[in-house]
């Protein structure tokens, strides 16, 4: 069936810094690619996404490609900030949502 | 305002008792969900409804079960088969075409520990 491997972390940065986060599929068709984030006591809220091949997802200065050559999504930003400390999940849509295990991001000052 | 509303926030039940947990929504989406959320574990499927009526099995159905008699509602019931049943349940709900969709909005979540 269809499914998301991530990245495991926890990951921690300095400030400033650059980050990415993989994250993979497994599907048989050509699933809609999400990333949410959950900031600390919040609920899950989406941060970008992209619905085709070769469509690039962007939003807070977070980015991410759908690759089917290589069935990816990696989540990268380059310079991030304490504010984005988070956990962030790759999730794919294909008839139902699945979501991968997440990743914790911690962002020192 | 549109939302999805979960409730309640935090539910204590004694082993072996049934347990009803809410999720409403207004924005008029055809598809909803619902989550069990464990440390390291990510967001797990346990059911998801694409229409009225309808409902499919997700990745950890067992030992849950849910309806869905109206567009609005999409109730799940932690069963006494369930053998682990603490955990942080997450409800949502989004618009899904086929194999596009907007984004899932998702409500606050339940958290059920049972004693």
């Known amino acids: 069936g269809d499914s998301v491997t991530q990245m495991e972390g926890p990951v921690t940065l300095s400030e400033e810094a650059f980050l990415t986060i993989n994250c993979t599929y497994t599907a048989t068709g050509y699933p809609s690619l999400f990333w949410y984030v959950q900031y600390p006591g919040e609920g899950l809220q989406l941060l970008l996404k992209?619905?085709?091949?070769?469509d690039k997802g962007s939003n807070k200065g977070f980015e991410a490609t759908y690759r089917k050559e290589t069935t990816s999504f990696h989540l990268e930003k380059g310079s991030v900030q304490v504010s984005d400390s988070a956990v962030y999940f790759c999730a794919l849509y294909d008839y139902k949502l699945s979501f991968g295990a997440g990743t914790t991001v911690t962002v020192r000052a | 305002d549109g939302g999805i509303t979960q409730s309640p926030k935090y539910l204590f039940r004694k082993e072996g008792q049934n347990v009803t947990l809410s999720c409403e929504q207004n924005l008029n989406h055809d598809a909803m969900y619902w989550y069990r959320q464990d440390p390291g574990q990510g967001l797990r499927l346990i059911y998801y409804s694409q229409i009225v009526n309808d409902f499919q099995k997700g990745d950890i159905a067992e030992g849950y079960s849910v309806s869905r008699e109206k567009k609005e509602s999409f109730p799940l019931t932690v069963t006494s088969a369930q053998k682990n049943p603490t955990a942080f349940y997450l409800c949502?709900?989004?618009?899904?075409?086929?194999?596009?969709?907007?984004?899932?909005?998702f409500g606050q979540g339940t958290r059920l520990t049972v004693v």
């Open positions: 992209a619905t085709k091949a070769d």
């Open positions: 949502a709900s989004s618009i899904g075409e086929g194999r596009v969709s907007t984004e899932a909005f």
